[in-house]
């Protein structure tokens, strides 16, 4: 990413996203979709692709908030396990957004503090 840093980490911006677009276990959705709004967001890289995306789709599968149901090349499509909920890190003061079976762990990958 070079010497560019976003205001808010990956890791919640895509939490964020799932969380206010597709908050809904029935519903699919793509990394490409949430790569989309992040770009127009303007809080990443302009030289990443989504290939530099795929660290942070894998750790949210590891998580177990999102499931992996398709690939097509580049493109995954995702489920999610549980609704997200949105909470509050105090350690690392951002809204955090986390499944209802999810580890009580701050998604920042420079926080991790227990919610």
């Known amino acids: 990413m070079g010497d560019f840093s976003p205001k808010t980490p990956i890791p919640i911006q895509i939490r964020k996203i799932i969380f206010e677009k597709f908050n809904d276990t029935e519903t699919r ?12 967001n303007e809080d990443i890289d302009n030289s990443w692709t989504i290939d530099d995306m795929e660290p942070y789709f894998n750790e949210i599968c590891r998580s177990e908030l999102t499931r992996n149901i398709a690939q097509n090349l580049t493109t995954l499509w995702f489920k999610l396990f549980d609704p997200l909920e949105k ?16 580890e009580r762990v701050c998604p920042n990958s420079n926080c991790k503090a227990t919610i």
């Open 87 to 102: 909470l509050h890190c105090n350690s690392c003061n951002f809204d955090i957004y986390l499944g209802l079976s999810e």
């Open 29 to 40: 959705f793509t990394n490409d979709a949430i790569f989309e709004i992040i770009k127009k």
